[in-house]
């Protein structure tokens, strides 16, 4: 056991002999694992929004981009509208909103509960996993609420509108949401609700903005007044001074995504070449250390050390220069969201593979300077 402490410490020593290239190649190796992992985080992301979507696409769906300079009173004409389109299944919105704690949970480290507030039949189009949907994709609009599965309370209480919740029961750990407006995550930390339209003409006028940005509405419905009544929609929200552009997700998302994936490839291509002379610099120090040290080896292996015992230096060497600065973007994107959790892994995962590989060339090298 201390003849491989031995061993594992000389390879630390070996960094600290070869400090500037190890430094070079640690500091190489974190920003291209860094950069990989968050542009294939990206990729994830987009991509599972684009599959959650994929309902909404085939339904015809029409969200918008709004322009909100603000008002200081908002009509109520735009919400009755919206109202009235949901109750004829044309319709349905969502509001986020963030309730930040108050009180004895008030501290340096808290953070705001995020609650997301569905209203509408056909919110079920961008939920997965969640109670209350038929079997005819309509979601029940009874009021609820659930706490996301990993919520770290055991209840929590709010009020929208004219209706009080209080969240006890929790979601499944696959729950999820997709929004058109480019945003979707799973639900395990949110504070999900339900509520009936009626909610729409009791809301603040800051809910309403939301309310109104985040409308989508389906116009290509066999019934004639749909598109009439989003026209009038727009009309009603431009007097709160919204302006909303229609935008039909079917022709967007995927041109969204297919820009999102020329620009990723552009900045991974570029990673990978980053990586290739990163690895051909590994060679070349690799190269050079047995080399240096051949005799030492050599004199050791001739009064009876083992080979995988001389190679415990090498793996302590790489395991520095390349597996911990691969670990660094595991560790720094643990906290944004599991996209790129799994993105970062994959690049750990990647490292391990060319860990081995370097093990195993080392072991050659040495293998045939010592003529084994």
Request: with cysteine; proline share 5%; aromatic share 10%.
């Amino acid at each position: 056991m201390r003849t491989l402490w031995h061993e594992i410490t000389a390879g630390l020593l070996l960094v600290k002999r070869n400090f500037f290239h190890s430094a070079t190649i640690l500091v190489l190796i974190a920003l291209t694992s860094t950069i990989i992992a968050l542009n294939l985080g990206d990729v994830l992301a987009q991509g599972m929004n684009y599959m959650r979507g994929k309902q909404l696409r085939d339904q015809q769906a029409t969200y918008f981009q709004i322009a909100y300079p603000g008002v200081e009173k908002h009509d109520l004409t735009a919400m009755k509208i919206l109202r009235k389109e949901i109750k004829a299944d044309r319709a349905f919105t969502y509001i986020e909103m963030q309730v930040h704690p108050t009180g004895e949970e008030q501290g340096f480290n808290a953070k705001p509960t995020h609650i997301i507030v569905l209203i509408g039949h056909r919110a079920s189009l961008m939920v997965s996993e969640v109670p209350g949907i038929a079997s005819s994709g309509k979601l029940d609009l009874t009021p609820r609420a659930y706490l996301g599965a990993s919520f770290p309370h055991q209840s929590f209480a709010f009020t929208v509108g004219n209706y009080k919740l209080t969240a006890t029961k929790r979601l499944p750990y696959a729950a999820a949401y997709f929004s058109p407006h480019g945003t979707g995550e799973k639900l395990d930390n949110y504070v999900l609700a339900v509520l009936p339209p009626d909610v729409l003409t009791h809301i603040d006028d800051q809910m309403i903005q939301v309310a109104e940005g985040n409308s989508i509405f389906f116009p290509h419905s066999k019934n004639a007044s749909a598109q009439l009544n989003l026209y009038a929609y727009i009309s009603a929200a431009q007097k709160n001074g919204a302006s909303l552009i229609p935008v039909d997700l079917a022709t967007s998302q995927p041109t969204i995504f297919r820009q999102l994936l020329v620009r990723t490839s552009i900045y991974i291509i570029a990673a990978f070449a980053l990586v290739f002379l990163v690895l051909m610099l590994f060679w070349a120090i690799g190269s050079s250390i047995v080399r240096s040290d051949i005799r030492e080896f050599s004199i050791r292996h001739a009064f009876g050390a083992p080979l995988p015992l001389l190679m415990c230096q090498f793996a302590a060497f790489l395991a520095i220069t390349l597996l911990l600065p691969a670990a660094i973007p595991v560790i720094l994107t643990a906290q944004i969201n599991w996209y790129y959790s799994v993105a970062s892994s994959l690049v750990l995962v990647m490292s391990v593979v060319i860990y081995l590989s370097a093990l195993l060339y080392a072991n050659a090298s040495l293998r045939k300077m010592l003529l084994l």
